[in-house]
């Protein structure tokens, strides 16, 4: 029983280490990319513009079709096998096996297979782009998980000092060195700082909710993320100008790849459009062959020589003398079977058919009309594509500058603060200052530090999201 339990123990350790398992950045990505449903929802985009690009591409081929057909008729009806007119019922088949080829159709089929591989293009541009986007949300997820960790931990740092700093005033005001009205201070301060770290509490919870949401997990399984050395960020270099991360972005970001594939693709569509004008020629072939029961009994062999035959046709009514005609005939006769009735019904055909278009009611003037519109469009999305992308660039980067500067002036800020918390430690077990003074400098001093750390991860982050107009990795 005893080795029962152990072993027990043992798995659910084992299990409940594994369930803990610490989530990289990367790891969060390459998890939200495979499960995130906006993702799949472009997959299935592409692979919708394949299948229309394989279309186009198989339109080059010729069509093949076959036909069958099985007829009954009764009463006068024309025989399939002599073509002539009989009263009787007939029992009937026909096949037959046609093919196309397009010659000629006006550059639609050049145009539709070029106007597709564009819009093939734009679709995998689509997908990146939303890769993108998910891989942003990822990263501001996790850095508010980091930013409310640290914050969660100097709150934690401040309650274990309004501790420490309670004990001694008790001692003090035991001593007579300081009055009650001291330690009552320093306690309200311990109440508020023990709601500050429920606080902190709560705001880790959420942000951890958004991550698992991100990566759409339950909300109730475990996860951790794994905590990444981030070095103090220096804004001693300015970065690339806005214009020429814009020009860098211009040139790399999916999202403008795909309204210029969009672009490109609207301009074939117009010589999708135009080749209605143009006159479509085809080349044509077919074979076909039909059975009857209605068929004589023999019919010449396909291929045989013909024999003059002398036959009677009358009688000279004055003189009895026979009246005779010489007439040519097959040589040799075959049984008229099913099989060899369709090999001898056999024909077969080859020509060119060449369609003009004269009047289509303003139809093809319509369809050019309405792919210029489409084209007019895409220009103005590409143009508004280009005009956000520089928007949002030249705010990113105004950002990363307003960020770095208060980071910078907190860094001076708080390193004052520190010294004036610190020397407020050392007066106040003196007695030199009283607890009303210590309280309002230590929360003069922790509400700096607060702020650094948020001016530090705000600078970190959005130094990122300049990264990633830059083509520059996202991770830590």
Known sequence: ML????????????????????????????????????????????????????????????????SLGLNTST???????????????????????????????????????????????????DLESVENDIT?????????????????????????????????????????????????????????????????????????????????????????????????????????????????????????????????????????????????????????????????????VLGSENITITRPIGVVENTGELVITQQEVPSEFTENTYWNQLDFNQRRFVGLSLNIPIFNRFQVKNNVQQAIIRHKRTEYQLTSAKNQLQQTIEQAYLDVKAAAKSYEALKNSFEASELSFNNAEQRIEFGAIDAVQFTQIKNDFERVKSDLIRAKYDYIFKLKVLDFYQGKPLNF
Not at 19 to 30: A, F, I, P, R, Y
Not at 228 to 252: F, G, H, I, R
């Open 3 to 66: 080795r029962i339990f152990i072993v027990i123990t043992f798995l659910s350790i084992g299990f409940s280490s594994f369930g803990q398992e610490k989530w990289s950045l990367q790891k969060c990505v390459d998890y939200a990319l495979e499960n995130n449903l906006q993702v799949k929802q472009s997959e299935l985009d592409v692979e919708n513009a394949e299948i229309n690009l394989f279309g186009s591409k198989m339109s080059n081929l010729p069509g093949v079709n076959g």
């Open 75 to 125: 009463g006068r009806s024309i025989d399939p096998f002599t073509n002539t007119i009989i009263d009787r019922g007939i029992n009937s088949q026909n096949a037959g096996l046609n093919a196309s080829l397009p010659l000629f159709d006006g550059g639609q089929r050049y145009n539709s297979i070029k106007r597709d591989q564009f819009g093939q293009l734009a679709a995998k541009k």
């Open 136 to 300: 942003l949300n990822v990263v501001t997820f996790y850095t508010n998980i980091l930013f409310n960790k640290e914050l969660l931990e100097t709150a934690k740092l401040r309650l274990e000092t309004t501790e420490s700093q309670e004990n001694r005033v008790a001692k003090q005001v035991e001593m007579g060195a300081l009055a009650q009205a001291d330690l009552l201070q320093i306690r309200q301060q311990k109440a508020n700082d023990e709601l500050e770290v429920v606080r902190a509490e709560n705001n880790l919870d959420i942000s951890y909710l958004l991550l698992k949401q991100a990566l759409q997990i339950p909300a109730d399984q475990a996860f951790d993320i794994e905590i990444p050395v981030l070095p103090e960020p220096t804004v001693s270099e300015l970065m690339e100008s806005s214009s020429n991360v814009y020009k860098y972005a211009l040139q790399n970001q999916p999202v403008i790849k795909a309204a210029e594939y969009r672009k490109e693709g609207a301009v074939k569509g117009i010589g999708v459009a135009r080749s209605g004008y143009y006159p479509s020629l085809s080349l044509n072939a077919g074979i076909g062959t039909n059975y009857s029961n209605a068929a004589p009994e023999q019919f010449p």
